[in-house]
């Protein structure tokens, strides 16, 4: 519970949910300037989730000993190290139902959602059998997974909006080098040198979505005063 409570409260940061109102205002243009909407705002989601949850996931230990106490920290570092990944999967799936809410097909949302917590029962009780407590986690984190790709998946054949797999995948590669370039730095569970490896992360993070043209300056300044609007 400790673990899920954090990765959800670090999700909850992500100011992506200022953005709704612009895909929704979208919705009444046509469907190109949709499909032009909605990959901006699923970009600029993976965009803030993705560094999100691998830093999360790196910073673990470190988090947990910070707020709560010692003895909690071996099981839950774990568990929180797999469950930072559901930032990816559970912000995502909010951004696939402002979607289908804007197409006027809110209950596709819903289906999904049932059909998987069918899957997530036998998940649960494969992996907690086979791993231990550790295994709810990943059950967990495949359960949300595989919602995500279903979302995905509808999203093309219900409302024929094409989703730009780069937007997906540059997010991710760039948040995958930062979390290696973190993996190289020496282990230390002191919060002032957590704190500095975050900025250091982040920094790198910031080039690397730059060189590989993920953002350029001009949607880094719409991004900006987006969010920043009174």
Known sequence: MIAVSLATAFGALIPFIMLAPYII????KGKQNLEEGFNLFFKYNM???????????????TLLSVFYKQRFEIVSSELLSVLAFLI?????????????????????????????????????????????????AYATLITYAL?????????RAKTGIHIYLGNLLKPVFCAILMFG?????????NIIIAIVYAILAAILYFILL???????????????????KP
């Open 88 to 136: 990816l999967f559970q912000t995502t799936i909010m951004v696939f139902s402002y979607l289908f809410n804007a197409v006027g097909k809110p209950k596709e949302t819903t289906k999904s959602f049932v059909l998987v917590i069918f899957i997530a029962v036998f998940l649960n009780y494969y992996f907690i059998q086979w791993v231990g407590l550790i295994g709810a």
């Open 181 to 189: 370039f973190l993996l190289l730095l020496p282990q230390n569970q």
């Open 47 to 61: 965009v803030f989730v993705a560094p999100l949850a691998f830093g999360l996931s790196f910073f673990a230990k």
């Open 210 to 228: 730059l060189a590989t043209k993920t953002l350029t300056i001009k949607e880094i300044i719409f991004l900006k005063n987006r969010i920043l």
């Open 25 to 28: 205002d979208l919705s009444a």
């Open 147 to 155: 919602l995500f790709l279903l979302l995905f998946f509808l999203a």
